[in-house]
DNA sequence: TTGGAAATGAAACACCTGTTTGAAACGGCT
DNA sequence: AGCCGTTTCAAACAGGTGTTTCATTTCCAA
């Protein structure tokens, strides 16, 4: 009895989730109505009330699933990281924390994802909400808990007060990064077009570069 | 024929700045409506378009004015030190390039505009505007050149796009860092109520030993 | 083939936003 | 006092939002 109705609904429903994808990175968590959304869905308004009850139940899930697949990544690096000190008998280094936790954020082959991550955040600190609440809570708060409890045996000469605020400055810094490549650009502006904003692989660089010496050399 | 004019509508004028000012603060961006506005500063509704035109120019204004005062506070400390320093004959030093650019967001008898500073920026990036773009190009954007300039001189083991990147890097940690205790408290709850967000020195001197490691020391 | 649940579609709905209107009240000046 | 520009006020307005309605279509199972 569910299997038609998942496999009938499963198609609009993918495509709403897609659009609601492309729209949320391209415009940002203000500027999407649910009429533009169906429009690039090819689907009908009342559709999002039909498949998710609500926009804002569809934009939980949506951004819920990001965080949490951000989540499983890096604890699955992290789960490497940590085996693979535990063979050679040390302790992980800085900068291989911090990049298993900017990796979520640059990755090449889905950079919308780390766009809408840090648009999460933003949110999430411009005008919280039952739902961002709920996913910063739920999907990112242990991972976070994990990297402050790595980062403060990884730097041994930070107290534990430096290193819960050198977490969330990290965050900061990463977050609007990412999101001055996404919109104002002004990075470029201020460097006189000097800056190639396009190569993640020198930004991922300078990022981490920059927090590990944040953190006190690596 | 305009002194009457000035005194008479300068005070509802000034009521409903001072208004926005704690709502927009205490609400954020996108919080505040004008009926919210306009019951919290004793005017009617009409008010907004008789004195400012519109809600955006009023908004714009006070921004402007908080990212102008910012950027003079900053111009003005930075003159001090530098006339100090040509003095003594030697440059800057990070930490003291630093501290001055840390300051406006952190300012004990005025906790109000660092939240708004951040607001703005966070707005800014999360979805720009006509007026952001114009605060952030006309008041900001010289202000940021003259401290990349500075951080240049004062960190020569670093590049030139290495300073670009870590000045955003910089402003990015600040504006969530001031956000964080803003409105989600996340440090507080992740650090286990260890942690006491109303102790702005210690607060600052968090962020700024933090900021000045990421450049390469003092 | 046919019955009935699942899904779609166009339209209307209710709500909230910023803005405008036109009349009333105010306040100084002659 | 009487005038007139300035300011205030309550109400209505126009536009956009998410949601709901209900008739219609689709599609699988009996």
């Known amino acids: 009895m569910t299997e038609r109705a998942i496999t009938a609904s499963g198609a609009t429903r993918l495509r709403i989730k897609s659009a609601a994808l492309d729209l949320y990175a391209a415009k940002g968590l203000d500027g999407v109505t649910i009429r533009s959304l169906t429009e690039h869905a090819n689907a009908n308004m009342a559709a ?21 697949k951000s989540a499983q990544a890096r604890i699955a690096m992290l789960d490497e990281l940590q085996a693979e000190c535990a063979a050679a008998e040390r302790t992980p280094k800085i900068r291989e924390i911090i990049e298993t936790f900017v990796a979520p954020y640059l990755d ?21 909400n039952a739902w961002t609440e709920a996913v910063v809570r739920e999907e990112l708060d242990g991972m976070a808990l994990r990297y402050i409890g790595l980062l403060l045996e990884a730097a041994p000469h930070l107290t534990s007060k430096a290193v819960h605020w050198r977490y969330h400055l990290m965050v900061g810094g990463i977050v609007l990064a990412l999101s001055d490549s996404a919109s104002s650009n002004r990075l470029e502006r201020l460097s006189g077009k000097a800056m190639a904003p396009q190569d993640i692989a020198s930004k991922r660089r300078e990022i981490v570069d920059f927090l590990v010496a944040g953190f006190g050399g690596d």
């Open 108 to 128: 090449e082959n889905d950079p919308r994802s780390g766009v809408l991550l840090a648009q999460l955040i933003m949110k999430h600190r411009a005008g919280p």
């Open 48 to 68: 999002i009330n039909y498949h998710f009850g609500s926009k804002d139940q569809l934009t939980f899930e949506i951004f819920r699933d990001i965080a949490r």
